[in-house]
């Protein structure tokens, strides 16, 4: 396809592709763009996009940021000096080398990565299937300033990395892109914060991919507190290798409309991953989350436990879809969906899928959507509790199941801050 | 304190009260006693203000107020306490916040300064220790995993807690072994006091022999049929209801 008979919708994507130097990825990038431009926005007959509609997003017409030191009331509070900080795709900030709580941590862009004679294909990929694969792919070919995160082996770091992904500027469109790999035996904890203002409508296209070496054990706190005038997709690729742990806490709490799509693969015998998220569909937010586990050696194992409250207009989605490959005997998948409905115009829709082509294995599913039990309700207000006061008890309740395993003190109390600020708002206008 | 009136209410269709008298002064305990489906559990329900009771006719006056038209954690805050038939089990909700929450609600009700952690915790041990409750029941979610028992001495502590003007029993003695039973009434006993009434409903005599009632009412058909003192609710157990009826319908 040629730029003449472009969709108007894909315009401002060649665009910035047209005006951004690719030097030695242009290869790479130019075929990856050219594979987003075939795909084109995906259209409601899509399944992986059944309840979550982009037209919004196709009819805007976003622009390349450029980097605008961001205001501290978007800059959240994390150890500085130990973080990273991305703004619009482009990394403003990074710990120095001599930090003693992130020993074994290697942090670089992908251009010094490549200077350093480490091959493209290794650092640039575009993953296949899921419904994601299209944005995957513009990623690739309009990531500005990728990060490379390399967990030395056997390193065991005593502080948690933090990478804070910013979005500023009016209508802009950026591309973050991280690549995590923790080495054989280390163990490390990442924390990965999405933040933005709500002053502008933006587009954040986001890619991450994790590779855990043997017997790693990683674990990702993932906090996404977007603006709720952003657009944002995000992918999350996982590898996971023999004996090796990865584990997700996500906490979904921004945006106008955001989708993840988290997809962990069990690649050798013993791998595990633990999938844990809470997301908030409050005011006029959809939230999507499509989590897919794939076992494909034996004796691999995962959880995943997603809890969803929606209120007010808000929407959510959630997919989990857990996949036993032939030959992965011994493996165990379990999944969890549980969603609460905290008032009559939210909706959620949830969807958990096991498919399984192995016999000696232990899988279960489940998932439940609901409302706050009125005899609970009742039974706090008849001991003084007002009733919002009682309906945040039960929200904060129901969401205590997935906050409890959050054992990252700062983070779990972020999450926790924010989500009473948010019941106190949901809950002054009672039902 | 407590003035009820021709009250008529409905669950649905169905008619449950159909013109409940009583009266309940400072510093007394009424027993009000019936068969299943008198309407006994409906008459808490509508004192503590629980939906899907609908009253249809008559009023009830509390301290000079309205009852009806204040909300179910106003009736609480006015000193208005039901002690649950079946105490609701809240996983996540823990036992000590919704104490504290309850009690500070109640406090600043009265114009009283709300507790500090500290002063709670000296509070809630003294009452918990009267209850022969252990400390590690203030960790643990409302009621989650408490035995039936557990769940009524629960419900008694909240109450000794509250310290409410008004305190409504519905059918504590029902699922209570002989020993957890003499706690229950041990603690019930200890908060009698010229300011506070008590009104127990029950289906059997038996918690009488530990709490002793001042009144005893018989209710049948969703009215009082007759009232008197103790010896009455001691005839009930012999002679069962229906002789009572007989008389009310000969009336």
């Known amino acids: 396809m040629n730029a003449a008979v472009l969709p108007a919708a894909l315009a401002p994507y060649r665009a910035a592709f047209e005006s951004a130097r690719h030097g030695d990825t242009a290869t790479v990038r130019g075929a990856a763009f050219e594979h987003f431009v075939e795909s084109g926005f995906p259209s409601p007959r899509d399944e992986a996009w059944k309840y979550t509609s982009l037209r919004r997003l196709e009819s805007r017409r976003f622009t390349d940021a450029p980097v605008t030191a961001p205001g501290t009331a978007v800059l959240p509070s994390s150890p500085a000096g130990a973080r990273v900080v991305v703004v619009n795709g482009r990394l403003l900030e990074a710990p120095g080398p001599d930090r003693a709580e992130l020993h074994g941590i290697r942090i670089r862009t992908l251009a010094q990565a490549l200077a350093d004679g480490e091959p493209q294909s290794a650092l640039l990929r575009v993953p296949t299937g899921g419904g994601t694969e299209r944005f995957a792919a513009l990623n690739a070919a309009l990531c500005a300033d990728p990060i490379v995160v390399d967990v030395a082996e056997d390193a065991r770091p005593t502080g948690a990395l933090h990478i804070l992904l910013l979005a500023s500027g009016d209508s802009s469109m950026s591309h973050p892109r991280l690549l995590v790999r923790a080495g054989r035996g280390s163990s490390a904890q990442l924390v990965i914060h999405h933040s933005g203002d709500d002053a502008a409508e933006r587009f954040v296209n986001s890619y991450l991919e994790i590779e855990s070496g043997p017997d790693s054990s990683l674990r990702v706190y993932r906090q996404q507190a977007h603006g709720s005038r952003t657009f944002l997709i995000e992918r999350i690729e996982a590898t996971v290798g023999q004996r090796a742990q990865l584990t997700v806490h996500d906490a979904e709490l921004g945006g106008s409309i955001s989708r993840l799509d988290l997809h962990a693969r069990l690649a050798a015998p013993g791998a595990a991953a633990e999938l844990n998220g809470l997301f908030l569909a409050d005011g006029a937010r959809h939230l999507d989350a499509h989590v897919r586990v794939d076992h494909l050696a034996p004796g691999t194992r995962s959880l995943v436990d997603y809890r969803g409250v929606a209120a007010s207009r808000g929407r959510a989605v959630f997919n989990g879809k857990a996949v036993v490959h032939e030959g992965a005997q011994k493996s165990q998948a379990r999944q969890v969906s549980r969603n609460l409905l905290l008032t009559p115009g939210a909706e959620i829709d949830t969807k958990p899928e096991l498919e399984i082509y192995a016999d000696d294995v232990q899988c279960s599913h489940g998932a439940t959507t609901g409302q706050l039990d009125p005899a609970a309700l009742f039974y706090l207000r008849s001991r003084g509790l007002d009733e919002s006061e009682a309906r945040s008890a039960l929200t904060r309740a129901f969401a205590a199941a997935v906050l409890s395993r959050m054992d990252l003190p700062a983070f779990a109390e972020a999450v926790h801050a924010i989500l009473d600020d948010r019941l106190a708002r949901i809950l002054e206008t009672p039902a | ?251």
């Open chain 2, 1 to 251: 304190m407590l003035k009820i009136r021709d009250l008529h209410a409905r669950i649905g269709d169905r008619e449950i009260l159909t013109g409940l008298d009583l009266e309940v002064g400072a510093g007394e305990v009424h027993a009000i006693m019936g068969p299943n489906g008198s309407g006994k559990s409906t008459l808490a329900s509508v004192l503590a203000g629980r939906d899907g009771v609908e009253v249809t006719r008559g009023t009830v006056e509390y301290l000079g107020r309205d009852l009806l038209a204040m909300e179910p954690e106003d009736r609480a805050r006015a000193g208005v306490f039901l002690a649950f038939q079946y105490p609701v089990e809240i996983p996540g909700v823990n036992n000590a916040y919704l104490l504290k929450a309850g009690l500070n609600a109640v406090r600043r009700q009265r114009g009283e300064a709300e507790l500090d952690a500290f002063d709670f915790l000296a509070l809630i041990r003294d009452k918990m220790k009267l209850m022969q409750m252990d400390e590690s029941f203030l960790n643990r979610g409302v009621n989650e995993g408490f035995s039936g028992g557990e769940k009524k001495r629960n419900e008694i502590l909240q109450m000794a807690v509250l310290e409410p003007k008004l305190a409504l029993l519905d059918e504590t003695d029902s699922g209570l072994d002989i020993d957890a039973l003499r706690v229950v009434a041990s603690g019930v006993n200890g908060m009698r006091s010229p300011e506070r009434a008590i009104v127990m409903v029950t289906h059997y005599q038996r918690l009488l022999d530990y709490i002793e009632p001042d009144v005893v009412h018989v209710l049948s058909g969703g009215r009082i049929l007759k009232s008197g003192d103790r010896t009455l609710a001691l005839e009930l157990e012999q002679r069962g209801y229906d002789w009572v009826r007989a008389e009310a319908g000969a009336a």
